[in-house]
């Protein structure tokens, strides 16, 4: 288990590649959450409040996941600073 633990916990990559990584992958999954509720709702709905409600939640998501892209770059770990009391 040891030595599975160590592996697990290798780098590969920077901090400033995994925040870009993670924008990017965000930023892309937008548009593929619109495009996904648009087609599941041109195939399942069978009213308009239920077409409208579909549209209002895939719309929550894509805005969710533009929202997660934005804030990325402030997950990025400084260097850390004494603390000042």
Same mark, same amino acid.
């Given at each position: 288990? %040891? @030595?599975?633990?160590?592996? *697990? %916990?290798? @780098? ?16 892309? +999954? +937008? ?15 069978? %009213? ?7 549209? *209002?939640?895939?719309? +929550? ?15 990025? @770990? ?5 603390? @000042?009391?």
């Amino acid at each position: 288990m %040891s @030595r599975l633990w160590k592996f *697990l %916990s290798w @780098r590969i990559g920077t901090d400033a590649f995994d925040v870009r990584l993670q924008q990017w992958l965000c930023f892309a +999954a +937008a548009p593929a959450a619109l495009i996904l509720g648009g087609l599941a709702l041109s195939k399942f709905t069978t %009213s308009a409040g239920e077409a409208v409600t579909g549209f *209002l939640s895939a719309s +929550a998501v894509a805005v969710s996941f533009v929202i997660l892209g934005v804030v990325a770059p402030l997950t990025q @770990r400084k260097p850390a600073e004494p603390i @000042r009391l």
